[in-house]
């Protein structure tokens, strides 16, 4: 087995201070893949967005199709396994606390600071707002009640983090799975806890045996999945993503389970290869989109079901990927680890006001979607480097500790 597979429960009994090196590498990834997958919404085929493109491109609308089908969950995992190594370290309080200010204020900052000018740049596009600079369009009455009451009807459901804080509605669901799944988890650290993953164990006895917790995930997509999915985040994506993050704590806990990952990864590399052909079936007529929303046929419990294992597969491939490449630091991961989550807030802004101009240029596609990919990394890097990273206050507003003098 890898050396550095996971943290042992008798090393997190001594308290002694690890760090698991793949997972930040996963995260870091997975942010810049999340930026680079935002940057190329305005010329994919993937439906309505922020800012689009009247000329569309099949290749990055496969790009972007296919870490649709397992982008989110990954993250959601991934933030599991975090959380166990994160309650090792900490007490209640301190865990609670972090959440806070890791969380809650950079949601709440960005909804405020960084919300309006999506939605300026948005409503300028779509031919709505004609009537002035950004200072008369967010002092506008007209503006919000259009925005709260029409555009994006404000609800006292989940999909409000949606509506509001635009791509700040992961930030969100993770404070929440945060709070709700704390006694949970520390019921988990408990003996009757060890005993019922002890007892999960037995699953590894057979090939992909791992695949059961993939059943929590696609039952809560057919009990509570009403229509074709959608950008607004509701109750069926939550409880989907709850269970994606809870089985990414649970699975870093006991050594057997990434022992069956190392042994299995090629079955489920097939799988998910498998799983993603009938998805992009849709490229030849087959309506698995329509499927997905038409709750009590056939078409919508063979899409869900199929949706469940293609984003658990992809998930423990690239755990695998991780564990056995990437568990290893230097100082480009001592400096992403720190960065990648302000660029992570910080860059759809830049993309939208990007792209809003890069849109209306008389150029081909691919140049407009250089400008786009390489003005976003630059801009939201520099931001980071010299503004947040630099000044205390702002560092706090973006979830990060403040700096030692």
Not at 17 to 27: E, H, N
Not at 134 to 139: A, H, K, S
Not at 298 to 323: D, E, Q
């Amino acid at each position: 087995m890898h050396n550095t597979s996971t943290v042992t429960e008798q090393q997190a009994s001594n308290k002694e201070p690890v760090r698991l090196y793949y997972l930040d590498w996963l995260l870091v990834l997975a942010i810049l893949g999340v930026v680079l997958f935002h940057t190329m919404h305005p010329f994919d085929e993937l439906g309505d967005w922020i800012i689009k493109n009247v000329e569309r491109s099949a290749i990055v609308t496969f790009y972007g199709g296919f870490f649709t089908l397992w982008g989110m969950p990954f993250f959601f995992f991934m933030a599991g396994a975090t959380t166990w190594i994160s309650l090792q370290r900490r007490t209640v309080g301190q865990y609670i606390r972090a959440r806070v200010t890791r969380l809650l204020i950079p949601f709440i900052v960005g909804t405020i600071i960084l919300t309006p000018i999506q939605v300026y740049y948005e409503l300028i596009h779509k031919g709505w707002w004609k009537g002035g600079s950004f200072i008369d369009f967010i002092l506008s009455s007209e503006v919000r009640n259009y925005f709260f009451f029409e555009f994006h009807q404000l609800t006292f459901g989940l999909e409000f983090f949606g509506r509001v804080g635009y791509h700040l509605w992961f930030v969100a669901f993770l404070f929440l799975f945060a709070i709700i799944t704390l006694p949970v988890f520390l019921w988990l650290k408990k003996e009757t806890g060890k005993k019922f993953v002890a007892a999960l164990t037995w699953l590894t006895k057979w090939r992909a045996g791992l695949l059961v917790f993939v059943v929590p995930m696609v039952l809560a997509r057919f009990l509570l999945q009403q229509d074709i999915p959608s950008d607004d985040y509701g109750l069926a994506d939550f409880v989907y993503y709850l269970f994606f993050f809870v089985s990414g704590y649970i699975l870093i806990i006991n050594e057997r389970f990434l022992q069956a990952i190392h042994r299995d990864w090629w079955l489920y590399l097939i799988l998910g290869i498998l799983c993603t052909l009938f998805f992009f079936s849709i490229s030849v007529g087959i309506p698995v989109w329509d499927w997905m929303g038409s709750p009590g046929t056939p078409g919508f419990y063979l899409s869900w079901t199929l949706h469940g294992i293609n984003s658990w597969c992809w998930i423990i491939v690239m755990f695998c990927v991780g564990m056995r490449f990437l568990d290893y630091t230097n100082k480009w991961l001592q400096y992403l680890r720190e960065a990648s989550y302000p660029i992570f807030i910080v860059h759809q802004p830049v993309i939208v006001f990007i792209a809003f101009y890069a849109v209306q240029w008389e150029v081909d596609l691919p140049i407009k979607l250089l400008v786009v990919v390489l003005g976003t990394f630059a801009v939201s890097l520099g931001f980071y480097e010299f503004l947040v990273r630099r000044i205390n206050p702002v560092r706090v507003l973006f979830g990060m500790k403040p700096r030692k003098k």
